[in-house]
């Protein structure tokens, strides 16, 4: 079946800082990954996407490939802000309009 | 454009109520996905809606219901509130014009049972 993994939070970095938040899945077939955002006391909020094998995902300083052959999808800052302190969740979908997710990583940036 | 809304953003209960929550998706958009969310189990999915048929449904007992409307407004509904129903029940819309489609989500409504 399908899933997603994340790494477990929470994490805490100075202004900055790199961030590399770990994400790794396990599909039948061919899915697209997403990367959404959650702030506090708000919905999910799209953060990037990646439809197919090797496509870069890019959107405010955030990056992640699409690593087909180590089923990865890592999500990257080079320098994390205090705006940044969020809830991360990665999450595939093979279509059908279900998605999967992973259990959140907690992250905190401190000035 | 406007974005995915729902109503009511917070409710309280007791147990053994009934609660229904809406959602208006984004305009255009036919697919609505229901998800629970809740700081042990993370998101799970409940059900999707698509032009008013239900097309997947997750792991949830009978007790949750819901149905999509003509104009792609979509209600939940939850019998026999239990204490563990407590959530955040999020609902997020999306066009379903492709396999590669992204959901778009609203705020939440913040579920309390007592």
């Known amino acids: 079946g399908n899933s997603v993994t994340q790494m477990e939070g929470p994490v805490t970095l100075s202004e900055e800082a790199f961030l590399t938040i770990n994400c790794t899945y396990t599909a039948t077939g061919y899915p697209s990954l997403f990367w959404y955002v959650q702030y506090p006391g708000e919905g999910l909020q799209l953060l990037l996407k990646a439809t197919k094998a090797d496509d870069k995902g890019s959107n405010k300083g955030f990056e992640a490939t699409y690593r087909k052959e180590t089923t990865s999808f890592h999500l990257e800052k080079g320098s994390v802000q205090v705006s940044d302190s969020a809830v991360y969740f990665c999450?595939?979908?093979?279509?059908?309009?279900?998605?999967?997710f992973g259990t959140g990583t907690s992250l905190t940036v401190i000035p | 454009k406007a974005g995915v809304t729902q109503t009511p953003r917070y409710l309280i209960k007791t147990r053994g109520q009934q609660v229904t929550l809406s959602c208006s998706p984004i305009?255009?958009?036919?697919?609505v996905s229901w998800y629970q969310q809740t700081p042990g189990q993370g998101l799970q999915f409940l059900f999707e809606y698509f032009s008013e048929t239900q097309r997947n449904k997750g792991n949830f007992p009978g007790r949750f219901s819901g149905r999509q409307f003509s104009n792609s407004r979509s209600e939940m509904n939850v019998s026999t509130l239990e204490l563990g129903d407590s959530a955040l029940y999020l609902c997020?819309?999306?066009?379903?014009?492709?396999?590669?489609?992204?959901?778009?989500f609203g705020p939440g409504t913040r579920l309390t049972v007592l």
């Open positions: 997020a819309s999306s066009s379903r014009a492709s396999t590669t489609d992204t959901q778009y």
């Open positions: 999450a595939l979908s093979e279509g059908g309009n279900q998605f999967y």
């Open positions: 305009s255009g958009h036919r697919s």
